[in-house]
């Protein structure tokens, strides 16, 4: 059965800060690894996308990485801000058929 | 244009009625998808057209009936649902669906989402 889990489920930090959220994977078949930012009540919005060649991809603060060895992919946020306050998702699939992770829901305070 | 709209927000029905969600977009992109997601839950999938055909029903109840008039266009009909279907019903599209194997990717956008409440 085809797995995505997060870690860790919640996580709070100050504004500035940096964090990292972490994602293990199970899922064939797999040809890309994405990450996505959901706000609550809103449809998700892409960050980054890998396929299986690639080990990282940055798209402003957000950088992911992925080992497709040990099947683990990474979202490190720079620099956090009160607007990073989300849901953040760890997607793995081909292009159709995508398996989501539960989400990892972080907020970033003062 | 490079989003997909959802029509509408927010929508409360009983369990006798009928009505149906819109989705739209004019990105050029082939694949369509509709999503329903659970509070706290990740997105599951429903239905995929690639291409104005179904390619993907993912068991979903009869009482849910998708339609794709064209390329741009993907509603979702509801019927005598249940209060369990009360769930945030999310859109997507991207440039193609079903192929893409081997390395290739296409980036699904999601659109707003609509509120579905059923008493």
């Known amino acids: 059965k085809n797995q995505v889990e997060q870690s860790p489920q919640s996580l709070i930090i100050l504004e500035g800060k940096n964090c990292t959220l972490q994602?293990?994977?199970?899922?064939?078949?797999?040809?890309?690894l994405r990450w996505y930012k959901q706000d609550t009540g809103r449809g998700p919005v892409s960050l980054t996308i890998?396929?299986?060649?690639?080990n990282t991809k940055s798209n402003g603060r957000y950088t992911a990485t992925l080992d497709a060895d040990t099947k683990q992919s990474s979202l490190h946020i720079t620099a956090s801000q009160l607007s990073d306050s989300a849901s953040y998702i760890c997607v793995g699939g081909t292009a159709s058929k995508l398996t989501f992770g539960t989400g990892t829901r972080l907020q970033v305070t003062l | 244009d490079t989003e997909v709209t959802q029509t509408p927000k927010h929508l409360v029905m009983g369990m006798t009625n009928k009505k149906s969600l819109k989705c739209e977009q004019h990105m050029g992109h082939r694949a369509m998808y509709w999503y329903k997601q659970k509070a706290k839950k990740p997105p599951e999938l429903m239905f995929v057209y690639s291409y104005e055909k179904l390619s993907i029903n993912e068991s979903v109840p009869s009482r849910f009936s998708p339609e794709c008039p064209n390329s741009s266009l993907l509603n979702l009909h509801l019927h005598a649902l249940q209060p369990e279907d009360s769930a945030l019903y999310l859109c997507?599209?991207?440039?193609?669906?079903?192929?893409?194997?081997?390395?290739?990717?296409?980036?699904?956008?999601f659109g707003p989402g609509t509120r579905l409440t059923v008493l």
């Open positions: 997507a599209s991207s440039l193609t669906g079903t192929s893409g194997r081997g390395g290739s990717y296409n980036e699904q956008f």
């Open positions: 994602c293990n994977y199970t899922v064939s078949p797999f040809s890309n």
């Open positions: 890998m396929t299986f060649s690639e």
